[in-house]
């Protein structure tokens, strides 16, 4: 189980390490773009809470890519986002904690539009995207990306992310079946740190 004590400035090396596709493109962007948009936060927020990162600390990394590194004022941080990380986390509304959600939810759900970054991208990625990043921005061999490409081409997007983790961690044949983001960090942490 979840022994390490997690702060927000880890989450750069632990992103690049042990964070699915989907989480590690958010991450990428909220550092890039010092932005996300609503389903994209929500997403990735809940993401956050899952792997144990405290409230306070999601709410110090928000507050560090939006307002010090981005052009958001620390007043509008405080209107429009500080209400809705205490909301993700149960401490707002009905105090209900919301869960994560699974790659089910995230396949489903309604598809990233222009400037949005959330959803699979195995699943919502055109193939000359998804070939394109696995090669020059995650360094994924030709070998490797072929079998990714054609899993997904068949629908596979569970097996494409589970053929990706195995890559990422030099394992063969794990076994593990992703089925949720939280469970593909838990088994990487298992191995890396195991
Ligand atoms: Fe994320 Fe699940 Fe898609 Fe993997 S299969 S990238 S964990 S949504």
Known sequence: EQTETITYDMLNGLSKRSF???????HEQMVQQHHLKHLGRLQYRLFLKGMGLSLDECMKFFRHEFVTNGSMNPAQFE???VY??????GQEGKHTS???YSCMKIIQDPPPGVNEHHG???RHWDTQTLKQRLTNNYDINEETVNEIIDKTKNHHYQIAC???????HKVKNYGVGINH???YFNESRKLLTG
């Open 120 to 122: 699979c991208p195995y």
């Open 79 to 81: 209107r429009e986002h």
């Open 181 to 183: 983001p939280n469970q």
């Open 98 to 100: 919301y869960t994560p």
């Open 84 to 89: 809705n990380i205490r909301h993700a986390y």
């Open 20 to 26: 699915p596709l989907c989480m590690r493109h958010l």
């Open 162 to 168: 589970q053929i990706f983790f195995e890559y990422q």
